[in-house]
C-alpha cells in the first residue's frame, strides 16, 4: 500500500456530493464509486479547462488502467473534493494521480491513478497529444 498523500501536492479539486446509494453495505464508499468520482473530476476537467468535446470531438480518451487505495472510510453524507494532478505525459497518453479529500482534512481517504490514451475518433488509433491539451495537462503536474 501506498502513503496517504497530502492535499498540498494537489492544484486542482474537483467537489463531490456523495448520495445514499454511494454507500456499500457496510455504509462506506463502494470501491467502485470512488474510481467513478476519479473518472468524473478527470472528465469534468477536460470539458471544463481543456474544453474538449467528450462526446462527438476529434479526440476520446480511453481509461487503459485504474487502481486505488484507500486510507479512511467516508460515506454518504460525507462532502468530498477529488484533488487532481498529471505524473506522466507522453505521445497519446497521459497518467492521472488522484486523490479523495474531506475538506479541509491534509491527508486523503483514498489514492489512486488512471491511465488515459487518446485516440483520433474517426481512425481510433492513438493519437499524439495536441500541443494546446499538452500545456493545459502539465498545469496539474503534481506539487513533490
Not at 501536492?9 to 463502494?30: C, E, K, M, W, Y
Not at 478527470?42 to 481509461?63: K, P
Amino acid at each position: 500500500m501506498t502513503e496517504s498523500p497530502q492535499r498540498s501536492a494537489f492544484s486542482h479539486f474537483h467537489p463531490i456530493l456523495t448520495r445514499p446509494q454511494d454507500n456499500d453495505h457496510n455504509g462506506h464508499l463502494a470501491g467502485a464509486t470512488v474510481h467513478a468520482f476519479f473518472e468524473t473530476a478527470i472528465q469534468a476537467f477536460l470539458v471544463e479547462q481543456a474544453e474538449l468535446d467528450l462526446r462527438d470531438g476529434e479526440l476520446a480518451g480511453f481509461v487503459v488502467s485504474s487502481a486505488a487505495d484507500f486510507f479512511a472510510l467516508p460515506g454518504f453524507p460525507d462532502v468530498l473534493e477529488v484533488g487532481l494532478g498529471v505524473t506522466r505525459l507522453a505521445g497519446s497518453t497521459v497518467e492521472f494521480r488522484l486523490a479523495l479529500f474531506r475538506p479541509g482534512e491534509v491527508e486523503a481517504c483514498a489514492a489512486g491513478s488512471v491511465v488515459q490514451v487518446f485516440i483520433e475518433r474517426a481512425s481510433g488509433r492513438p493519437v499524439a497529444l495536441p500541443e494546446t491539451l499538452q500545456l493545459i495537462l502539465a498545469g496539474l503536474s503534481l506539487n513533490r
